[in-house]
């Protein structure tokens, strides 16, 4: 455990930030696993409709920090490629 005041709160501010990164990185799988779903059906309205929402979440994610931005790039590429698949 640190002693000094300002390590102690910097720790604080941690644990709230890794708990708060934790739900958004959970919620962005829920969504790509929307997705999938969707597209797995052959549903094309309920997977573009899925799609917009996952794109628009890790557009938030990264630009807040929670992912890296070509991380999202990446995950949205790989989203679409597969919505898309599914429609093919």
């Known amino acids: ?25 959970t919620a962005l799988k829920t969504d790509a696993k ?3 779903g969707a597209a797995a059906d052959g549903d094309q309205q309920a997977s573009d409709e899925a799609l917009r929402h ?3 979440q890790l557009d938030k994610a990264a630009s807040k920090g ?15 490629h597969a919505a898309t698949q599914a429609s093919a």
């Open 34 to 36: 929307k997705v999938r």
């Open 1 to 25: 455990m640190a002693n000094i005041k300002s390590q102690i709160k910097r720790n604080r501010q941690n644990e709230t930030a890794r708990v708060r990164n934790k739900s958004v990185r």
């Open 66 to 80: 929670v992912i890296h931005k070509r991380t999202a790039a990446r995950r949205k590429a790989r989203l679409a």
């Open 54 to 56: 996952a794109a628009r």
